[in-house]
């Protein structure tokens, strides 16, 4: 082996050093703290590679190595690397966050110590109403009026709930079983280390706009704020093609070149094949997958032909 | 390749086929119920075998075979066995069982649905005490005059709670915001797969002592009802090896080694040298170290000597 | 809990119970038995159901309920289901294979056991010549006559391998060590069981056309021979969305956008702003961004004006 | 949140920072190289401590709760440091690596390069004996005459094996074929890159006595070598309590027990009990599980009763 090895140094990322520990708010008394990172745009590049070998180094360059990895679903040099954040985050939020399972997690024991002082509260504007199209999020807010009487409410429970916890203590009930009935918008801590290629997968899903409000606040500041500075050239690939792209499925597609060719009887009679399209009493039945396509035809700059 | 393969059966295991469905009660509105498995004992000697090799079929018969892969750490063939289970869990238990993270997981939503209108509640006689040497959990529980104030408190605050949450949803608030406040003992539920080598990991830890009653409810059942039907060798394998089992310490040996040589005065040295033993004015020192190789001399009829 | 449960039974696939343990035969001496699994496309449904709660339970049809999911990327219900398969490869195509980490493994030791004494040969006619613009796959053969050649000595170090092999083992040396020259080819056989969703993603990158021949003829055995009868609903979605469909960058979708609305100077305008288009001597340089978005063109019927 | 946090650095590991880059050599052509690291042993006890909360940041120091870490498994703060390595390996060594499913792999392509020109290679003495226990491993060597003919036969199937591919390339033939003959010990080089906890369960499976020669060596090197420079706390306890630790059975301690009391007759009653003790025609039949306590008997000084 005549190969020369030279002396490393380990990558730096200095827009990240600079904010290393520092935390960055979310909501009424989270953050979100950058403890430790390994690795840059430029590990990723070496470690696709060493799977390219050394006869190819030079035929890409980095950014347009990047986006190839990231276009085509090669995430293993993204997994090379890591990011260590220290968050504060309500438990209600906590619960979708620990999902996600390819992640390293030490959290505030309520076991060992008592329970974290604070809780999620909510302005009197910002009670949101339930969705009716996406039924599982929420879509405007409660009038202020109506607003007032339940943030008034909410902070009662949490005066109570926390007098009759910390009676419970002073009684010297267990940490473990005082803390049962703690609201669940109840703040707690942790240490959550991460590969970058998770860490996307976490973004792509916790940024987008079916996210809940709460998750989705943390999820745009680890992306926008910090990912953004530790690994330029990846996040504008990711949001090229992740956040701004789009997916067309085998039915999508021949309904959208149907249109393309002037053809819209066909689009309507293949939306009508692909079950797209039903009518009962002479009205188009609601059908999720239609209204999904007609908003990837806006995008496009096309019109659905059966609404014509 | 003159191999012949016979049509194969799926392999049934009657004892679980009788309880397939059947909920196991658990805490006060708790429960477990088997939905599906794949794979009993002989699956994990048909998979070690592949391992060795068609040549040494006969060598091991297969308790002995189950017992030397549990004994030697072999886990591999254990993870060919799977399980799936529906559970109703208080969200803080749920918490802890979510932490196990090589599972596959379904959790009620209620961002979709309505909370599930239970919560865990707390007899007079059930409230544990903090514990002071293990303290992380309970010793003993509270008198039950003051525990009947406790358990009168917690049921208003479970009622206040509701009712509010109640509030929210008929004001029309997003289910996803509404449930902020419900408390962490609320019951949740969930499809939980998990191939049997990391069940029997989770078994170990929340099995334990230490664990939190709570969780150790869960565990116990799906151990003792579930895991000893489903693959008996196994679960006799386990409870010998883990259950059942010790660890020593390189130190532990040395010491336990002085004793068994009737040497006293060396063991005591060895456990100085160990940093075990400390003196401050006078008195032995408080050393976790030293009070757990205590209790594994008792297991073994042995005396500290440091206490004579 | 008023709730009432009923006894359960195993979900059972017909159509996968016929064909259990039978093999289907891959490459010159390889096959893929099913061996076991668990849960059929309700089981799907039955977990997503556990999500949306109970009270959504009749708005969606399984069908339409498990393309959404798909659609969606709602991978945890696909999870539910697990297949255990058994499958002789040879080495060289299962090192692609256990790059999957999300399975369980049991594999064949040639410690504990002689090795299979079995190789992947090449017909004459079925040597692949190196591709040039996917550098890392293949296109097209060699010709015969050559091919006659590279067969025969393929043969002539096969035999010449194993006689090496065999007199290793018979003056003693350990089996470990004695297979350390046979060939990357020689077979390989194994248990491998895997959660759907995880198989699907095995199947989307191992059925791509750019996955190596070998391990792509045990991917379309596993999906049309196997999933197609084991989850029907679920192999049709995953064919419309996944194997047929198509992504769309940010970019991809601007430039369509101009080229629907017949503005072939934007959309040349945008092509060179995304950097797709450079002259290099008056001669448009090579961009792999640019020749997949022609292929995504052609797809939807419309030209790439930078050629016109 | 009235709390105060200040300006982090990334934790240094000088010792290790001195070494970065730098190629350990193993076997005849291999290496392992530290190409990057997050935390060191501060790291596990910042990670450590937010679980028990500020509160008791005091009670214990940083090497006594290491070692408590390490004896109670409570593995998640080890997962918060992670390392990076660059490797050569040969392929037969790394297909029992990969094996390790928790960690982030990129490995030199031998469908885009061409395959490394290097091979394992055997020493006239170095050709080890089958165990005869140990069916699985090596016992001794064979006399140095035979292994000088083996080692020959080696090279010249090397050199055959390598101009066959080096004819394949020669004449087009796609690399992803071509390489299908290569011997199994070829060199590949490989990206790895894992957290502490996975490794040091790397590390106990690869350093044992058990793990075959060739990733043992690989295995010491990165113990002794880069971990101990790394974590030197937790490395010490990883010694104390994994690597010269034992664990005892159920039965193991019963046994031992009934042996410290004196009662050999007990002892050998036991034993037969546990089916430890077999008789046929007269002699003692070989039992695994029986060889294996002897052997912790006479690590704690103590005689099995029944060779008396």
Known sequence: MSEQFEQLERPVVKELDDILGKPFHVLNDGFIRVIDYMGNDSSIVQA????????????????????????????????????????????DAWRQWIRHRTANVNEYSTRYSVAIDATQTTEPQAWRLQGTINVQGSEGVLDKEKGKELTRKERELHDLSRRIYNERIELGVAREQARKDLPLCTYTEAYWKIDLHNLLRFLRLRMDEHAQYEIRSYAKIIGEEIVSRWVPLTWEAFTDYRLKGQYLSFHDKEIIKALIAGDKEKAVQLAEQFGFIKYKEGKLTMNIERLELEDKLKELGLNAPWHE
Chains 1, 2, 3, 4 share one sequence.
């Open 48 to 91: 696709a590679r060493v799977s390219y070998g050394r006869g190819t180094k030079k035929r890409h360059q980095d950014r347009g190595l990047i986006r190839y990895l990231m276009r085509h679903d090669h995430t293993t040099p993204f997994e090379m690397c890591e990011i260590k954040l220290h968050v504060r985050v309500p438990m």
